[in-house]
């Protein structure tokens, strides 16, 4: 199994922790600092937040068509988490289920403005109920946030928006300052250093998972149309980072892959950036067998997962176990989850999807045991529970039952 890349050498984790340290100390004068420092940003505290005027201004200013498609990408979006909300289950004997008050999403700024991640976080929030959602993305764009991030942020009535960004942001979320509230829970994707700050700060604030550098997993064989798997390792590659591996079955079908990966790299508007990408982290493998493939694939526990097998497609992702999403066919490129289908593509990275899972409205509420007993139940129950409290030498346990049977 390979490593998962946030398994960092010490070195770079005590400069987390040492940002982390700073910022509870400092507080605003060290994101003042360090703003500086990464982002090459001036900012003094009170231009921290963006204001109402941006956020409305860049609302207005956004192109119409785009708008219509980020409004129906929401209503998708709130659809299919309104669906699979366990809150919205009723007649669920000894347990409550509470939203959690407030919650910061990170939103990446750095290579390319990510509008939809705001879309794939904070609306799966609203539908579990949460209040108060504040969004931190660093201030690349101008010195500020990019005006499309800034729009969907209005649409959704987000009004705590942060041109903060990096493990300073995660430290502000979870510790607070002057100016800026903590949350009780962080979520969204970002690179290394915010990952690493989420996993430092866990157990003082909830955290999603380790959502890393983007990665994608495709299953082919010789019934798949290789231009079109080409194209799909280029969508995460040009991420920078991201990662594209092809697993198949077919050492003829893994050349033409390549073939067209040469053809089509040369047309993209990032074809540099991309084309290091694949170099550094992408690669086709042929194995002998789909069993084979299978496993290693459930090892290889990849963020996105397509499967383009033709007929076989579905019976081979009955057998896949883990993965952040699941990719069925040769008509569901991962863009159809990055931007339209309703699961969030917040999801698992770095082989982390063997025991976490996507972003869903779910991970949005805590659960609350209920336990009401009446006289006659206790009295049923009591010689059991005062038996297996006194084994455990819990004196004052077993005495806590006795006292009610004495009494009655």
């Known amino acids: 199994m390979r490593e998962a890349w946030f398994l960092v050498g010490d070195d770079r984790r005590t400069q987390v922790i040492d940002i982390l340290k700073e910022v509870k100390k400092r507080g605003n004068e060290a994101i003042v600092e360090y703003t500086k420092k990464f982002d090459r ?4 505290p009170e231009q921290f937040t ?6 409305e201004k860049a609302h207005k200013e956004i192109d119409k068509d785009l708008l219509a498609s980020i409004r129906q990408a929401i209503e998708n979006v709130r659809k299919y988490q309104d669906e699979i909300f366990i809150g919205n289950k009723v007649n669920q004997p000894g347990i409550k ?3 959690i008050e407030s919650v910061g999403i990170c939103i990446p700024g750095a290579s390319a403005p990510l509008p939809s991640t705001v879309i ?4 799966p929030a609203r539908v579990a109920g949460v209040e108060r959602i504040v969004v931190v993305s660093p201030p690349r764009y101008k010195g500020s946030i990019h005006p499309t991030i800034l729009a969907v942020c209005y649409e959704l009535e987000i009004d705590e928006v942060l041109r903060v960004g990096g493990a300073q942001a995660v430290a502000a979320l979870a510790f607070g300052t002057n100016t800026i509230l903590r949350v009780d829970k962080i979520v969204g994707p970002g690179n290394q250093w915010v990952q690493m700050a989420k996993k430092e700060a866990f157990g003082l604030v909830g955290i999603d998972s380790i959502a890393g550098p983007s990665e994608v997993l495709i299953i082919a064989n010789d019934k798949a149309n290789p231009a079109w798997v080409a194209a799909d390792m280029l969508s995460q590659a040009e991420h920078a980072p991201g990662s594209a591996v092809v697993f198949t079955d077919s050492q003829r079908f893994g050349e033409e892959v390549l073939d067209e990966l040469k053809k089509q790299i040369g047309g993209l508007s990032r ?10 982290f992408g690669g086709i493998f042929v194995f002998k067998s789909r069993e084979d493939i299978i496993a290693a694939a459930n090892d290889f526990a990849p963020e996105h997962l397509e499967i383009q097998c033709g007929e076989q497609s ?3 992702a009955d057998k896949i176990k883990n993965a952040g999403a699941i990719f069925i066919g040769e008509y569901s490129p991962v863009a159809v989850g990055d931007y339209w289908a309703g699961p969030s593509h917040t999801l698992p990275t770095g082989t982390t999807a063997r025991f976490f899972s996507a972003l ?3 991970d949005f509420i805590k659960s609350t045991s209920i336990i009401e007993y009446s006289k006659e139940k206790l009295a049923e129950s009591a010689e059991d529970i005062i038996r297996l409290a006194e084994a455990e030498g819990l004196d004052a346990h077993a005495k806590s039952v006795k006292i009610r049977q004495v009494d009655t």
């Open 314 to 316: 579905r019976e081979i």
């Open 360 to 362: 869903s409205a779910n």
């Open 120 to 123: 794939m976080t904070a609306v």
């Open 97 to 99: 289920y509470t939203p």
């Open 271 to 280: 074809a540099k950036e991309t084309k290091d990408c694949l170099t550094r």
């Open 50 to 55: 963006v204001s109402e005027e941006d956020l």
């Open 41 to 44: 940003v001036e900012l003094m």
